[in-house]
Each structure stands twice: as structure tokens, then as C-alpha cells.
């Protein structure tokens, strides 16, 4: 597999803000990811890895190393619930419980349907709006259960 | 009892635009000083106003910046890092500058760069804070074409360019020399200190890492002068900063408030009281990784040396507040777990330490605790901290569960007595269990 064209073009100038190639790395998985539905293949490492002269194990071990990557398929949204404690203080484990009923999934798990991957996370940095979960990178703050039905019910 | 503001002071509908910016005088600090002040002027000023580190070790900026090699001798490329990779739960405040008021964010950033002779900055934002990325780099842009960032800032001989970096979820970054090695694209393990970064930074080159809020400060301060920012907060520790206050309160909120303003008005003014009519039995007084102390200790000044006399630490300001109904225990669960997924296992004190601690809270809170585990919990720490570990993981692991055991020994010994957490929400049954790690 070889990285798309657009996404060289854009990694071509991404290199220019760096002095050595491998300092892209992390802003360039970013993109991968992005453009992949979620999540970053074993070819996708090597093509990486190529393009920025590392070898394919440096990318997977920098890879396993960041939660935000993913090495597996995930349905077509994430729900990032955060269960650290400001979250945890004020009902994340509610928040847990009614995202998980309402789409299907379980905790770190796929729903049937593959619409929704459910995860647990560490702070978000919304610890004065919590409860809080990530739904697709944006950050849905104080939440109750109405909120969490009308976010989760908007979404395609 | 009003109080000078400054630091939210901007903040409206579209602060975060260069145009608002500039309707309220922003970039004039960055033209006066290319214009009038020496690099070594812009330092001494920094160094007069007494500004602290606002990222947790509240080191003084001023000293900092000195320690970068002279430009004369050292002839090195030099780079400013910045640390917006917030991420010590409780702490949400540098995301406020951010994403309400980049362009105050990004004039900061070129006054220190231009003190510590950096032609290249780099602002290390965590992957999750889009809004934060998004909202500074359309200001990086902004300030681009109207010729404040690039070659020759303001027609100066000042050129210098500052680049966002995203990272990807590792609290460990925000360690300042795990987010230089993450910023070089590998895994992010703190390095070994001294050399320190003034000397062997970024690519081994001269670096200082600055936090958000302190190059905040920083046109604040050459504005108005070192006198005006220390007629501010306490002799110590003087301006203003940034509190998140978070957790059992009525009104959650970031507030600024001068250094040594009294805890409990935070709580109790600021925060509009404990909710649902109850009392404080315990808080964080700057995030996870501080101890917490006992309600009864509320009425302490909020500042570095005063919360250290209490027996705990400023950290980055984030008062976390528990209610009568809370229990410590499951709180230091939900910590210790946290320590556990972020510890990046270089150290063997602190990759099994926080997963036997971890380990030893969940099995108290779950009702099969055994005395000795309290004992184990005190030993186990001490094993780990102070200065155990190449950096301070490990001590933010450690400090809290000293505290508890400490300060709320009588509830550990109920949970292993009763065999059960004597104060659990009965509704928790019904719900999943949550998955420790989830990738």
C-alpha cells in the first residue's frame, strides 16, 4: 500500500517545519488515521515508515505507545467517555452506562450495527464542564441523559 | 471584594480573531519591544515582575530564560517549546487562552522567543484540544499575512516562525523532556536530567519549555510593568493565575484570582459553595497528582508555599472538590488507575508501583481489601518517591495515596472492615464495567 498523493503533497510540506524527517511523525499518523476511517493499518505503518526513512517497527512501537491511535477497525463514530475524576465525580459512569445503552456497544467494543465504538479516556481537559464525552473529536460538556439522547440521536 | 483582572479580561463572542485582538491593543507589547528593548531587557523585566511558571513546578520564567547559552559563545540553532499538552486531571485552564484568546497566546510565545534569541517555536498541543489546535492555527495564519509572525516581524530584525505539533493522548508528554522526545516523533520517555534543556533541548539544541499561561503573561507584563504585576498576588508568587475548580461545587469554573486568595472563598465564592447543601470532606488542591487534604483544611491561601505548609502542593491550580457523600477511596481508585495507564515504564518504581497501587485501591474499594494493603499502600509509595525516577510520575502516584492514607485512614480501614465501600451509590450495580485501558 502506498500513501495517497494528497496526503504526500501535504506531508512534503509538513517536513519544512522540522530539521530531521522523523520529527512529522506523530502530526502525520494523525492524518493517516484521519483519512483511514479511525484507524491505522500494518501497511499503512510501512508506507509511513518509508516515506519518513524509519523502519516499520519504530512507527508500530510509536504507534502503541499514543491512546489516541488505533490498530484495529472501529465503527464509523467514537464516543471517547472520560472516567477520570472530575468526570467520575459528577455521574461518568452514568454517562457510561446511558451511551452504552443507547448505542449498543459495550465499553471498548464495537456496536452490532458497526455504528459506534465505545471507549473509556482518560481526562479530556473538561474537568469544570463534567461529565463530558468526545464524540468524533468534538467535545460534548455537562451532560445529563436528555443531552446524551439528543447528541446521540442526531448523529448518521 | 473586586479584585484586578486581566488574564480572561478579552474574552468575548470573537476574541479569538486577530481584529478583536488588535481592537483591543493586542501586539503592541511584541512592536514596542522589537522597537526599544533588548532581548536581555525583555528577560529583566520578566525576571522584576517575578512571573512563575504557571505548568505545575511554578520554576521563575526570568531565571529560565537566563539559562539559555549566550548567542555570542553558542552559535547553536535554539527552539521554544511550548507546553499546551494539558492534560493533569482537574486542569482545563491554558484550553480558556486558547481557544478564546490565541492571538494573546501566540503574542507570548514571540516575546519569549525574541527573549531567549529562538527563531522557531513549537506549540505542543494535546491531540484532543481540536478546538484549542484549530483556533491557533487559523491565528498562526492570521498573524502570518499581517506580517507579526515570518521573516523580519514589523519590518525588525526579528524573524521567527512558530509551528503547531498535535500530540496523541500521553499524559507523559506534558513531562517537559517526554514532550521533547515526543515532538521528535517517538515514544514519549522523559530523559534523564541534567543535561537540562537549556543546553541539550530539542535535537540536542538550546530549548526552554514554557507553559501557555506563563508566555501568556508575559505582554501583560511588558505592558504594564514588573511593579504593576507584583502589586498583584503575594510576594512570592505575584500576578494572577488561572484556578479550575472542578468536581462537587455549584458552579465548576476556571476564575482568575490574584496568588493567595483563600481556598475556601474559591469554593464558597467563586464556586458558589458544595452542591446540594453539603459539606467539604476533601480536595485536591492542583490536580490529581496533589495530596488531597481534608475539608476542615479548606481555609488555606492559594499559593505555592502556604498549600505546601498545609501539606500538599499548588501543582497547576486545579481545586478538585469531594462532598460528605464522596469516597476517598474510590477517588484514589480512579487516580491510581490513571497513574498506571500513563506511567511510560522506563522506571521499575514507578511501571509497577502505579499498577500495584492501583491494583491495591481497586481491591479495597471493591471489598476484599486486607489491612496489610493499607500498610502496603504507605511502604509502596515511599519505594517510589521523592526522586526515585527520572521524572515525576512516579511522585504524582505516590504523593496522593500518602495523603490518603494519611488523612482519611479511618475510611480505608472501614472499606477492609465492612469488606465493602460503605459508600457506594447503590444505583452502581446496573452499570458496565468499565474497561481500565481501552484502545
Sequence with gaps: MVLKEALVREFDELLTHYPDKRSALIPALHRVQEENGGWISPELMEALAQYLDLSAVEVFGVVTFYPMFRIRPRGKHLVNVCHNISCDLRGAQDVLAKVCDLTGATPGGTSPDGRFTVATVECQGACTAAPMFELDGVFHENLDDQKIEQILGGVR | MSRPTYLLDRIGPDSHTLAAYQKRGGYAALRTALKGKTPAEVVDVVKASGLRGRGGAGFPTGMKWSFMPDPAKDKRPRYLAINADESEPGTCKDRVLMERDPHGVIEGVLLACYAIRATTAYIYVRGEYRLSYDRLQAALDEARAAGLLGRKIQGSDFSCDIWMHKGAGAYICGEETGLMESLEGKRGHPRPKPPFPAMFG???????????????????????????????????????????????????????????????????????????????????????????????????????????????????????????????????????????????????????????????????????????????????????????????????????????VKHFKDELEQHVLEQRCPLADPHAAKRPAALAHSH
Excluded at chain 2, 262 to 281: F, Q
Excluded at chain 2, 303 to 328: F, P, Q, V, Y
Excluded at chain 2, 339 to 367: A, N
Design chain 2, 202 to 404: 530539542l535535537w540536542g539544541q538550546p530549548t526552554t519549555v514554557n507553559n501557555v499561561e506563563t508566555v501568556f503573561n508575559v505582554p501583560f507584563i511588558l505592558e504594564r510593568g514588573a511593579d504593576w504585576f507584583r502589586s498583584m498576588g503575594t510576594k512570592a508568587s505575584s500576578g494572577n493565575l488561572l484556578v479550575g475548580v472542578s468536581g462537587h461545587v455549584n458552579k465548576p469554573g476556571v476564575y482568575e484570582v490574584p496568588f493567595g486568595v483563600s481556598c475556601l472563598e474559591l469554593v464558597d465564592g467563586y464556586a458558589g459553595g458544595v452542591w446540594k447543601g453539603r459539606k467539604l470532606k476533601a480536595w485536591f488542591p492542583g490536580g490529581s497528582s496533589t495530596g488531597m487534604l481534608p475539608g476542615s483544611a479548606i481555609d488555606v491561601p492559594m499559593e505555592h508555599d502556604a498549600i505546601k505548609n498545609a501539606g500538599s502542593m499548588l501543582g497547576t491550580a486545579a481545586l478538585i472538590a469531594l462532598d460528605e457523600r464522596a469516597c476517598t477511596v474510590r477517588a484514589m481508585e480512579v487516580v491510581a488507575r490513571f497513574y498506571d495507564h500513563e506511567s511510560c515504564g522506563q522506571c521499575s518504581q514507578c511501571r509497577e508501583g502505579t499498577q500495584w497501587l492501583s491494583q491495591i485501591f481497586h481491591r479495597i474499594e471493591s471489598g476484599r481489601g486486607r489491612m496489610e494493603d493499607i500498610e502496603m499502600l504507605a511502604t509502596l509509595s515511599k519505594s517510589m518517591a521523592p526522586g526515585k525516577t527520572i521524572c515525576a510520575l512516579s511522585d504524582a502516584a505516590a504523593i496522593p495515596t500518602l495523603a490518603v
